[in-house]
């Protein structure tokens, strides 16, 4: 009993120490409001003209005022004006959404419409997601990128770090098993297939302020199962990087990287990497 009882007062000393924030919930609830404006496929009533469209985005953006008015852990929010300059980036961030999804068309025969893709894919949920977080996190919004890209995870097994930096015209394809850290650098019509890990060489935490990820350039195709490491890492422009490479050093552009098996029976003989 006596134990109990020490429980039941470090569960209230907890609840008193922790820092102000609002629910993971109510977060989820302005992402999917947001989203439900900027694409109306994901919206459960259509609005019917420009007024109602503006009455919606009005409630939209309380909620973000009143979700930033519960972050103490931001400090940044209590700037007066803060959701503001945030729904003036909406049009940036629909206009590049668009984008992903004529990138995602392009790239997949498999897809009917752009309907059928922003309706279904994963991928595009989790660019959304990101492209949404990392405005926030520019705005010197913290924690609540995080909830927001960590619930897009839940839903899509696509792990993007808010922080990381992503061009236009980018397609994830499939996309089970993506991961994306903090420092990554993507540049414009990049396309990764499922299970690609682009992350850091060290998880020490004195390396946290420094470049970890790699570096992507323009027109890059990664297929599934790579793995690329290290901020000092550059896949040059128009490369083309094999599946289930392992990868920790800079490439030119224009390189194909693949992995050749050796068909031998002799012991000792492994897969050999191949630069083009």
Not at 122 to 127: D, K, L, S, V
């Amino acid at each position: 009993m006596n134990d109990f009882n020490t429980f039941v007062k470090e569960l209230a000393q907890a609840h008193r120490d922790v820092s102000k924030c609002p629910p993971p919930e109510m977060v989820i609830s302005f992402f999917e409001h947001l989203m439900s404006m900027l694409f109306p496929e994901f919206s459960r009533n259509r609005l019917s003209d420009e007024r109602a469209v503006r009455d919606s985005l009005k409630k939209c953006k309380s909620e973000l005022r009143t979700i930033l008015d519960q972050n103490s852990e931001c400090v940044q929010s209590e700037r007066s004006g803060l959701e503001d300059m945030f729904f003036n980036k909406l049009p940036h961030i629909r206009k590049a959404l668009i984008e992903d999804v004529e990138a995602i068309y392009a790239g997949d025969p498999a897809a009917k419409s752009k309907g059928e893709i922003i309706r279904t894919y994963p991928g595009f949920y989790a660019i959304a997601a990101h492209r949404i977080a990392h405005e926030l996190l520019k705005l010197g919004v913290n924690l609540i990128p995080r909830i927001i890209s960590e619930f897009a995870h839940r839903q899509t097994g696509i792990d993007i770090h808010p922080g990381a930096e992503i061009g236009d015209h980018f397609c994830i394809d499939h996309g089970t098993g993506v991961v994306i850290g903090e420092t990554t650098k993507i540049g414009s019509n990049v396309k990764i297939y499922q299970g690609v890990t682009l992350g850091g060489l060290s998880v020490r935490k004195e390396d946290a302020k420094i470049k970890r990820h790699p570096t992507i350039q323009d027109n890059v195709v990664i297929y599934s199962g790579a793995t690329i490491l290290g901020g000092d890492t550059v896949v040059g422009p128009g490369s083309i990087i094999g599946g289930n490479v392992w990868l920790t050093k800079s490439v030119p552009a224009n390189s194909k990287i693949y992995y050749k098996a050796k068909m031998s029976n002799t012991e000792g003989e492994t897969d050999t990497i191949t630069y083009k």
